[in-house]
């Protein structure tokens, strides 16, 4: 039974992927992808009860692991997989463009990034893990330049070159942290396994952990984007198809962020909070600087929502600096907010894109008068993303704010409310102005969102503010997977 | 000195020489031969080191690197270079000489940047670790000098080649599984930079990256 609770989430999407390929796009496959990610989600929710009954569970000889965290993680690449994947067909029939090539390989790659981040979240051990987030910057960059467009091509090349150079870097890191875990006495199967890293932390060499770490650090920052290894992000999370920005949004950057994580979970014991404290710290502080600054003269959308990212994965570093498990049930509640906003943020700004035949903010306006529908869900999701109650956002910040007092960053936290409330007041503005600024009033004609995509969209925007409210039916599940695997 | 300390510092040499010459020759498909040499060189420290360490798995080891970064990849790089002349740098960021010298100043950082893993534990192989961290820093300086995209894939495949020779260097090896599947993803991940850089080509006419330039704040 937890053997089969292993295999299920990889097993299923690369099924569908299968699928795909053999069968093409069609009506009866096209909601394969939305199938798979239900399939992913029912597996977290079961392996998130038998976790939080029993402990963790492993398997495959500690090749693979489950924990809180894990089941966290995988419960959101179900959640916003559903979402994302129930907006592809829309998308695709939005483009007339598309040949019956590209939608199958649209649908294949789909469930194969699927697939990789759940091996990401699944992998017991830090080299598994890596080949599995390596795998996801191989099977993205394609859906990152699907439209063929020059822009989309440039983003894609930017996006393999500065992301693989960054895993590149991470690899470094880990043959770093297998040396110095071979001369503390693992054998060659546990050198790279989480709980026994995590378990023989005080007995690495400093030194030699300290360059890995720093290595580790910077590597899986790039693909969480982090500064300095963070110019890909914007280019890519704007070119690439809404339901794919959602997802490499919404889970991608937060699996990311889940190793970075885990390797503090080995750093800190070892040798001592104040290290990775620093590094975290300038490069959550760098990115929200950037993100910020870039926010200020944005003039479209997508990449305004780009760069919103960078300011929440900015601010989740941060927490990740400060490390209490005040601050890291903190950062997770605002990794399950930011992923549901950015989800629906993005596939909304899709249909936009689909009827306004624009990406410039300048360009759309009034769009709450025009499309009552589709403007509510998109103000909805920048509300919550600007971190209005009742969405979560607001409780997961203030959260944040109180462990860094409490841990004396009051610096460090002072800095980057600052910086929030400039990334605030530059959002509202442009959101104001693609919402109520003047232009035709009359409600637009056209197609309107219909019932089976408006529902995702709602739904998540209801538990996203349930969760500001009460975060009580994770509440368990979050403060366990403060934890990170103790 | 025994033997096997000799065999070992002749390969990590032409290895370290084979990175600082691809930083010399600017055009793809002299990079291209340069980095199959290092390949070769790769596979024959794996060879030496499970020589001297009886440690049989790693001539397999040894038999895949050399065949994944000596023919493959180079091959890969070397069906992407066309005649034309496009595919020289024709406008390099840093000329020859001054990024010759850059190379030496990263060898010498690279020497005192190891120095914590070498003193971990003082083997030959041990000893001649700087030399991997070496590439993986000049396969970083060809990534940003470079502005061509076949040029970037060479900077690319020095830094994995330097990784990788770390790796062997430092501990023999990582375990086996990690090994495949890292050799799996650099594969797929050049074979994908090859085929954007075909479509960018076709798009843009050259595969200079400097014609990138549409995306922006």
Redesign the interface.
């Known amino acids: 039974m937890n053997t089969a609770l292993f295999i299920a989430p990889l097993v299923a999407p690369i099924l569908a992927a299968a699928l795909y390929l053999g069968l093409g796009w069609r009506r009866a496959t096209a909601h394969a992808a939305t199938a798979t990610a239900a399939v992913i989600l029912a597996d977290a929710v079961t392996l998130a009860v038998r976790v939080l009954r029993h402990g963790p569970i492993d398997a495959a000889s500690g090749?693979l692991r489950a924990d809180a965290l894990t089941a966290f993680m995988l419960i959101g690449i179900g959640t916003i997989g559903l979402i994302a994947a129930s907006a592809g067909p829309a998308y695709l029939a939005s483009h007339g463009a598309e040949t019956e090539r590209s939608r199958r390989r649209y649908g294949a790659l789909i469930c194969l990034f699927l697939a990789a981040m759940s091996a990401g979240v699944l992998a017991g051990?830090l080299?598994?893990a890596?080949?599995a987030i390596?795998?996801t910057?191989?099977v993205t960059?394609?859906l990152v330049?699907h439209t063929?467009s020059?822009?989309a091509?440039?983003?894609?090349?930017?996006y393999?070159?500065v992301c693989?150079?960054g895993i590149?870097l991470a690899?470094?890191g880990?043959?770093?942290l297998?040396?110095?875990a071979?001369?503390a006495n693992l054998n060659?199967?546990n050198?790279?396994n989480y709980t026994a890293l995590t378990a023989h932390a005080q007995a690495l060499?400093p030194?030699?952990l300290r360059?890995a770490v720093a290595f580790l650090l910077l590597g899986f920052g790039a693909k969480a984007g982090l500064v300095p290894l963070h110019s890909w992000l914007?280019?890519a999370h704007?070119?690439a198809p809404a339901p794919v920005s959602a997802l490499m949004s919404g889970v991608l950057l937060p699996v990311a962020i889940s190793q970075i994580l885990r390797i503090t979970a080995i750093a800190n014991p070892a040798l001592g909070t104040g290290y990775s404290r620093t590094l975290l710290s300038v490069m959550g502080l760098g990115t929200l600087l950037i993100a910020a600054l870039?926010l200020i003269?944005?003039?479209d959308y997508k990449?305004m929502l780009a760069y919103s990212s960078m300011e929440h994965m900015g601010l989740i570093a941060i927490g990740a600096a400060i490390g209490t498990p005040l601050a890291l049930a903190a950062i997770l509640l605002h990794i399950a907010g930011h992923g549901l906003a950015k989800a629906v943020a993005f596939t909304s700004a899709g249909h936009i894109l689909a009827t306004e035949h624009t990406t410039s903010i300048d360009r759309v306006a009034n769009l709450a008068h025009r499309r009552p529908v589709l403007g509510g869900i998109f103000a909805a999701a920048l509300l919550a993303l600007l971190g209005f109650p009742p969405f979560s956002l607001f409780a997961s910040e203030l959260a944040l704010a109180r462990a860094g007092f409490d841990a004396h960053l009051g610096l460090v936290i002072a800095a980057a409310l600052l910086l929030l409330l400039v990334a605030f007041a530059a959002m509202a503005n442009h959101g104001a102005r693609m919402l109520l600024g003047g232009g035709e009033s009359a409600p637009a004609s056209g197609p309107t969102l219909s019932i089976p995509t408006r529902f995702p969209l709602i739904t998540a925007l209801v538990v996203l503010a349930a969760l500001g409210i009460t975060a009580y039916p994770i509440s368990t599940l979050l403060t366990t997977a403060a934890g990170v695997g103790r | 000195m025994s033997a096997d300390a000799e065999w070992l510092d002749l390969a990590c040499g032409v290895f370290l020489l084979a990175a600082v010459a691809v930083v010399w020759r600017r055009d793809a498909a002299a990079n291209a031969r340069l980095l199959a040499v290092q390949g070769v060189a790769l596979a024959a420290i794996a060879v030496v080191l499970g020589a001297d360490q009886h440690h049989p798995e790693l001539y397999a080891v040894a038999a895949g690197v050399g065949v994944l970064r000596a023919v493959i990849l180079p091959g890969i790089l070397r069906r992407a270079v066309t005649a034309r002349a496009e595919d020289r740098e024709s406008r390099p960021l840093m000329n020859v000489g001054a990024s010759l010298l850059a190379s030496a100043v990263l060898v010498l950082l690279a020497y005192t940047a190891a120095a914590p893993m070498v003193r971990l534990e003082n083997t030959s192989a041990a000893r001649a670790l700087p030399v991997g961290l070496a590439v993986v820093l000049i396969g970083l300086l060809v990534l940003v000098t470079r502005r061509k995209a076949l040029s970037q894939i060479a900077g690319f495949l020095l830094l994995d080649n330097g990784i990788t020779a770390i790796a062997f260097l430092a501990a023999a090896g990582v375990p086996l599984l990690v090994e495949l599947g890292v050799s799996f993803d650099l594969l797929l991940a050049v074979l994908v930079l090859r085929v954007l850089s075909n479509r960018l080509r076709a798009s843009f006419g050259s595969a200079d990256l400097d014609d990138l330039r549409e995306l922006h704040d």
């Open positions: 090749w051990n080299g598994l890596w080949i390596e795998a910057t191989i960059a394609f330049g063929g020059r822009t091509l440039e983003a894609a090349w930017k393999t070159v693989s150079t590149a690899l470094l880990l043959v770093m297998y040396d110095a071979r001369h060659e199967t050198a790279l060499d030194a030699v360059m914007p280019d704007s070119q870039a003269r944005q003039r990449r």
